[in-house]
């Protein structure tokens, strides 16, 4: 009998059905594939980009760990690349949210109604996927890709937050949740593997990942805003520094003035308000919530883990 329903069910199903599995956070299975721990609608999703996404030498790709500043970016690439086909007071970062300016491979790519802006040229894509699950056609096209990175700590503490605000009677204690982390068991972990990933692709080819940290950005942010415009192929020109427009982009774009646009409130998902993308932004924040051991084992895991590949946190 299980012959004949595994007959009727096709390879995606098969494949999903067999991989292995855990508990998110929430309580939410998560699977093993290829290396990384993800949920189902996002295999689904990243298979089906494998398959039919065709990158174009113009693209622009942004790629990262979950609560990693991905809204962010998606705001700052956006309002950057857009910023002459709109005057800054008017661009659309002020009246849609970011996620719908910016569309995910895995979540939203082949949902024309979030599809909003995005695919004018150059087209602006996201993706939490892993650098090697990337289609061999982002890899291999002149496309570039932004990595935003953030410390471990303070990306779990995020992670954490944003996970125990879905309403679930299964959600891990903090503890658990740690360990689970520590082992590597989180959406789109082991994060070491992915920060890994991106950041050995981002030695070899300077030109074509950056591979940027959170904590940079918030030291230094109309340095980083200057950066990511001449890496995008959209520099700043010097009359444009001249009148400022480097430090207005880095404004509207701040965690201050996107958490209070209207735009950036309200439910998105089922249990998912768009504030709880918008939370405390702070460096450091993993102090007030982790013991002194917790710390110290992660300082020393992180430690282990990138070891010798000339990255530091
Ligand atoms: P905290 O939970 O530490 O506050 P992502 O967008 O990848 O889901 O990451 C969410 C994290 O980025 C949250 O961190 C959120 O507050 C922070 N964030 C969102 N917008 C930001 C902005 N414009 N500037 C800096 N941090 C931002």
Redesign the pocket.
């Known amino acids: 009998h299980q012959e004949k329903v595994e007959e009727l069910e096709s390879p995606l199903e098969l494949l999903i059905k067999n991989l292995p599995k855990e508990r998110n956070f929430d309580g939410k299975t998560i699977y093993f594939y290829r290396g990384f721990w993800c949920p189902e609608m996002a295999i689904r999703g990243m298979i089906a980009f494998g398959k039919h996404f065709q990158a174009q030498d113009t693209d622009l790709i942004l790629t ?1 760990n ?7 970016l998606k ?1 700052l690439m956006f309002t950057i690349v857009t910023r002459t086909r709109y005057p800054l007071t008017e661009n659309p970062v002020l009246f849609t949210n970011p996620h719908m300016l910016v569309p995910s491979f895995e979540y939203n790519l082949y949902n024309p109604s979030l599809y909003v802006e995005g695919n004018r040229d150059p087209r602006i894509l996201s993706t939490h996927a892993p650098y090697d699950v990337l289609p061999t056609s982002i890899k291999d096209s002149k496309c570039r890709i932004v990595y935003i990175c953030r410390n471990p700590l ?1 990306q779990f ?2 992670n954490w ?2 996970f125990a605000k879905l309403p679930s009677e299964t959600h891990s204690s903090i503890d658990e949740t740690f360990n689970r982390f520590c082992s590597g068991i989180v959406f789109f972990g082991p994060f070491w593997d992915h920060i890994l990933g991106y950041w050995k692709a981002s030695q070899e080819k300077p030109d074509k990942v950056l591979f940027l940290k ?1 904590e940079d950005l ?1 030291e230094d942010i109309v340095f980083h805003t200057k950066l990511l415009a001449e890496f995008l192929g959209f520099p700043f020109s010097v009359e444009e520094e001249r009148h400022g427009v480097v430090e207005e982009v880095s404004r509207l ?3 201050e003035n ?2 209070d646009l209207d735009i950036n409130k309200g439910p998105i998902l089922p249990g998912r308000d768009k504030s709880d ?6 460096v450091g ?1 993993w102090s007030n919530y982790l013991t002194p051991s917790m710390v110290e084992q992660m300082k020393k895991l992180i430690q282990e883990k990138i070891e010798g590949s000339g990255l530091t946190f």
């Open positions: 990262s979950p609560k990693s500043g991905t809204t962010w705001a303070d503490m995020s937050h944003f959170y918030k774009c701040s965690f996107l958490k993308f918008f939370r405390k932004a702070k924040d």
